[in-house]
DNA sequence: CTGAAAGCGCTTACAG
DNA sequence: CTGAAAGCGCTTACAG
């Protein structure tokens, strides 16, 4: 920078504000000190501009298991918003040790970075002498009460909708496959899986949900017991793509066809939910979206304008594709 | 900091000596620091600290495409390693855009980051002034004769590997779908394949290797190709899972069983090709074990301890699951 | 519009 | 083993 500075014949000052602030320096001036700058090849020290203005321009995306294809596609929006913003992002899954959690606070007391995006659907417990919040927003998953700026779907509008849909095709006998119940997400798939049902006049039989935990595994032994029954649903809805593909293995296994004896629905929209054979009917999100949305909520709250008060909700939208059919003659 | 040193009785010297290296302090003076940092909840200022010390403890992991699981796992094996070693890191999907992979040479020029791990198969092509490169390790991709540490598999022997069981199954006519030929991997895996079946006494046969480009639409399309011929092939071996899956789909379309009339081998073992249906015979990569040898081998580079010269060559294993069996009676 | 100077919060070579 | 002091490379309030 002293070397800039001697070139171009003016101070350090000058030359840091022809960079931060162009307006503030007179055109003639900030042409040579640009001149000179291409000519050294200098970059300004983005340690020492830290360190001076106490910020990292560096954000932290907590996700809960980074395996989890959904949560590649928000930290590409998250990533895209941020660069765009000009911040960093630190992705880093959390996989349920809350130490792990932790350690991400200890990375924003440290200032290592300036605020979090929470994407684990809980706050870190905190221990004894409770550390006050970090700037954060709450993306995908949120949280009730908790006050924080959240990105998110309607969930149970987006379950309601999918069920809907299978009802539309003349399904009545329509099981559910859940996420793990305690987390909300799941519940709120449920609840829009019940809502839609009693919509349609159908009372919702607890016999015909099964736990589920996302995993492929889990939609395959939950499909598979739920076909074992006497009368066996017609459709499953099952709370993300991965135990839709389950179920349609499990189908497959028991010698049903799908869709011509089972409807199956997903939610997500993963990428390899068109690419499965047949082809997964799901609850799109618009991740991408949301990560973008989340990042520049965060940015602003970190600028110190952040106008918006409450949750962003954003639109799903049902992608029809090849696991779903009209209900087979014989089964109503 | 100047708090704790008051309440300590000592300098701040002192109070960074006990933090960094407490070997240097008094153990009397140190358990009274410590109770001080405990008492007023100090963290030390990591911005000031990179200042001091001219380093960020972050690395920079480039690679080709985010949506690729395969780099999903390679990911966590780097994060895990530097969490041990202190370091953080920032993933960036380059996604063929040049400019992306320079903008993060830019973050190295200004001391953002402390080097480099690419996993993108491919120097960034650089501008008139060539800048030096950072510090750098080239993981699951190899640049030829560029004398980079570099930490690999051997592509070649463990696509023959591969191709060796199909051969040992009774499979004469094994097919290959390749990735994009201008890279070196798709070319190691090729290659692998002939040498395969000359070494089974069996003359390549041009007509039996289909390009691809990674994606599962792909392999869809170059599997559909070579089933449709009058003789068609009985093993089909592809140089990633998610064309191994597209063939899969091809095959039961065609209305052929897999493996009752078509085995189908991968390559990687994503997370998918246990759940798929059937589950995938694949070669698989030890991809959290090679991106935390690759950030190992960083983090050496960087401490200037880097002993080691050339490649470490991982091992690779063959996992034989439900979509290879016998070559079918009337095909040979 | 520009410069001189202070200061961000650490670490470390030096002196004792 | 400890302290006083310099200094990392910027940015910015202040003065002119």
Redesign the pocket.
């Known amino acids: ?2 070397d800039v500075a001697r070139l171009a ?9 022809t ?3 162009p ?8 042409e040579r000190v640009m001149a000179a700058i291409e000519r050294i090849g ?4 983005a ?3 830290n ?4 910020r990292t321009s560096t954000v932290i995306l907590l996700v809960r298991q980074i395996v989890n294809p959904f949560y590649l596609e928000l930290f590409r929006g998250v990533e895209s918003a941020a660069r765009a913003r000009g911040y960093n992002v630190l992705m880093s899954n959390v996989e349920s040790r809350p130490e792990r959690e932790l350690a991400y606070f200890d990375m924003i007391r440290e200032r290592r970075a300036d605020g979090v995006i929470l994407a684990t659907g809980a706050l870190p417990s905190r221990r004894g002498r409770a550390p006050a919040l970090p700037p954060m927003v709450v993306v995908s998953e949120y949280l009730p009460r908790s006050g924080l700026p959240t990105v998110r779907i309607d969930n149970v509008a987006a379950a309601a909708g999918a069920v809907d849909y299978l009802v539309t095709l003349g399904h009545q006998r329509i099981a559910h496959v859940t996420g793990p119940l305690p987390e909300v997400l799941s519940r709120d798939r449920l609840k829009g899986y019940r809502r839609a049902l009693r919509r349609a006049g159908i009372e919702p039989d607890e016999r015909w949900v099964a736990r589920g935990d996302y995993t492929t595994r889990s939609g395959h032994a939950a499909a598979a017991a739920l076909l074992r029954r006497r009368r066996r649903p017609t459709a499953i809805f099952a709370a993300n793509d991965e135990m839709a593909m389950g179920a349609i293995k499990a189908a497959r296994e028991a010698g049903l066809d799908v869709p011509g004896q089972l409807s199956v629905v997903g939610f997500d929209d993963i990428n390899m939910a068109s690419a499965w054979d047949p082809a997964l009917t799901t609850v799109a999100q618009p991740s991408d979206e949301m990560g973008a949305c989340a990042m520049d909520r965060l940015a602003d709250l970190l600028a110190g304008d952040d106008t918006r008060n409450g949750d962003d909700v954003l639109e799903t939208t049902l992608r029809v594709r090849e696991s779903t059919g009209p209900v087979p003659r014989r089964a109503n």
Chains 1, 2 share one sequence.
């Open positions: 920078m002293k014949g003016v101070s350090t000052a000058t030359i840091s504000r960079l931060v602030s307006d503030k320096v007179r055109a003639e001036t900030r200098y970059a300004p020290n340690l020492a501009r360190l001076r203005q106490m």
